[in-house]
């Protein structure tokens, strides 16, 4: 008897992401296509996610579908309290999926959707208390202790807004404007994120300077996290996550040196790339079929 599949779709600032998922966490056919813009009631979104449940449902057969959504959001309602990167405030977005489809939907952060992929299958698997950082459009974290996201009513983990100083100025300024992969591409000059790296590696003074100014922010925000709950293991995603050692190693020392005595992190990147919330939306769905 084959296993049963489950649809993950993960709903980005930028893009849309989905795939039939098995119970391994193993994905099928990824289709991607961008977020439609300028979608303030997530009608467009809805639109477009349907279309993409119609094509995977032609391909395979789907049991239940993930849902996976940015920003701070109620399971419990389904509905996305606010998305910042998506202009959405008190958005049912669940419901606007539900009404098309004859199969059970689960409904999920995106970040802590992310988080419980890696935890249970990925590259945190193992330890008691993970964090998952994904660095894409914005920044924000996921707290997994014993096999469960910490969710705080659905505020728990939305570090990007947080003001922080900045080297050299008095102005504040939010940890996202430093350290986000769009804000490190403007800041550079460069067309993604991942080019301001390649910057970098170049030994070019401006991709220098911002990139070490965002990895700055970083641990000063996660130094607090991991001191607080003790976390083994801090796991980056994300778009910002291909850099590789370029990323982690600057990171893992600026958290080894803010904790002092305290125990470090391990930091590495995560196992399904940028794939990881997408993977754990279609592990909510799977949840709910036990």
Known sequence: MSQPL??????????????AIDP????????????????????????????????????????????AVPGIVDEASGTVVSAVNLGWKDVGFRALIERSVNIPVAFGQDVRTGALAEARLGAARGYPVSVFLPIGTGVSIATVIDGVPLAGGGWAGELGQLP??????????????LASASA????????????????????????????????DALADALAWTVAVTGAGIVVVGGGLGSAGRLLLDPLEAGLSARLSTLRPPVVAGAAFADLSTMVGAGLIAHDLLR
């Open 6 to 19: 489950t649809l993950g779709i993960d709903v980005g600032g930028t893009s849309i992401k989905c795939s």
């Open 24 to 67: 391994s966490g193993e994905s099928r056919d990824v289709l991607r296509m961008p977020t439609p813009q300028d979608d303030t009631d997530g009608a467009r979104t809805a639109s477009a996610v349907r279309g993409l449940i119609e094509r995977v449902r032609a391909a395979h057969d789907i049991a239940a579908i993930g849902l």
């Open 164 to 177: 922080i100083g900045r080297p050299g100025e008095a102005d504040r300024v939010s940890i996202e404007s």
């Open 184 to 215: 490190i591409a403007a800041r550079t000059g460069s067309r993604t994120a991942l080019d301001a790296a390649e910057k970098v590696r170049q030994g070019d003074p401006l991709a220098v300077r911002v990139w070490t100014e965002a990895i």
